[in-house]
């Protein structure tokens, strides 16, 4: 049997994110939280992931400006999760690979984890 793909969620809204992080590991995946842009770097240095859930609104950065950090040391795939109106840069975030999807809140989470799931696989086919 294979490993669990690791889930890094950061959102500023602990509620959401401690909740998302018991659905999450409900599902059988590992989850982890950050609150902060600050907060999650700091945690991917001692934690592996495969996907990030980033909040795009954050109190220390943009979850676009977190995903370019991440991606400098990680493979991972990112989710973008936003309760604004998407505008031109996430088409553009998505269209250049930066994130593989958008998901707006309140979340749909049927979707989403069917999302975590394609991740998971793919994974799971690259080993």
């Known amino acids: 049997m294979t490993?669990?793909?690791?889930?890094?969620?950061?959102?500023?809204?602990?509620?959401?994110?401690r909740n998302?992080?018991?659905?999450?590991?409900?599902?059988?995946?590992?989850?982890?939280?950050?609150l902060t842009g600050a907060a999650a770097f700091a945690l991917s240095e001692t934690t592996p992931f495969d996907l990030a859930l980033l909040d795009?609104?954050?109190?220390?950065?943009?979850?676009?400006?977190?995903?370019?950090r991440l991606a400098e040391t990680t493979d991972a795939a990112f989710i973008l999760i936003t309760g604004v109106t998407p505008e031109e840069w996430t088409e553009e975030a998505i269209r250049d690979?930066?994130?593989?999807?958008?998901?707006?809140?309140?979340?749909?989470?049927?979707?989403?984890?069917?999302?975590?799931?394609?991740?998971?696989?793919?994974?799971?086919?690259?080993?």
């Open 56 to 68: 795009y609104k954050l109190p220390d950065m943009d979850g676009l400006r977190l995903r370019d």
């Open 20 to 34: 998302l992080q018991d659905i999450l590991i409900e599902f059988g995946y590992g989850a982890s939280v950050a």
């Open 97 to 127: 690979g930066r994130i593989i999807a958008l998901e707006t809140k309140p979340l749909d989470m049927a979707r989403l984890l069917s999302r975590i799931q394609t991740v998971a696989d793919s994974r799971k086919a690259a080993v």
């Open 3 to 17: 490993e669990p793909i690791n889930i890094l969620v950061v959102d500023d809204n602990e509620d959401l994110a």
